[in-house]
């Protein structure tokens, strides 16, 4: 089955318009010799399902090219930076936050924000790792090199 093309769709459309307008002001006897062209209701909601896939695309687009751009959510500031953060419950945290030349430790949880202390600036270390981890690594060299003898 042919699908109908969109610029006839349109043509379509418009010559009901011009009709609906020309309908209003011409008497009725005039309207019973020119009947109203018949509109597919499948090609009108071909239309808007097509321009909603649009719509939701530039959306998405958008989006991607923000992240990828490293578009952060409102303004970054020199004066604050979030420094560390823990999580000690289900939805509460320790933030470490630097404030020009001091770290403001705050506990952060639903409806409410409290600092709890103040310490002088220092170096953020990197996280060590975990025991687990390293005992893995430790574990898989064993392996590795009891496969390596036989």
Do not use: C, H, Y
């Not at 499948?42 to 990828?68: D, E, H, N, P, Y």
């Amino acid at each position: 089955m042919k699908r109908p093309s969109t610029a006839g769709l349109n043509a379509g459309l418009l010559s009901w318009f011009i009709w609906a307008g020309l309908s209003m002001s011409l008497p009725t006897q005039v309207l019973a010799a020119d009947p109203a062209p018949a509109i597919s209701g499948a090609g009108s909601l071909f239309q808007v399902f097509i321009g909603l896939v649009a719509v939701l695309l530039l959306i998405g687009a958008t989006a991607w090219v923000a992240k990828r751009l490293g578009v952060t959510r409102g303004g970054s500031s020199s004066v604050l930076q979030v420094v560390s953060s823990a999580s000690v419950g289900a939805r509460e945290r320790v933030v470490v936050v630097e404030i020009g030349d001091a770290w403001l430790v705050v506990g952060v949880a639903p409806g409410s924000v409290n600092a709890l202390m103040t310490l002088p600036k220092g170096e953020a270390r990197p996280a060590a790792p975990s025991v687990l981890n390293s005992s893995f690594a430790a574990n898989l060299k064993q392996l590795i090199e009891a496969r390596r003898e036989k």
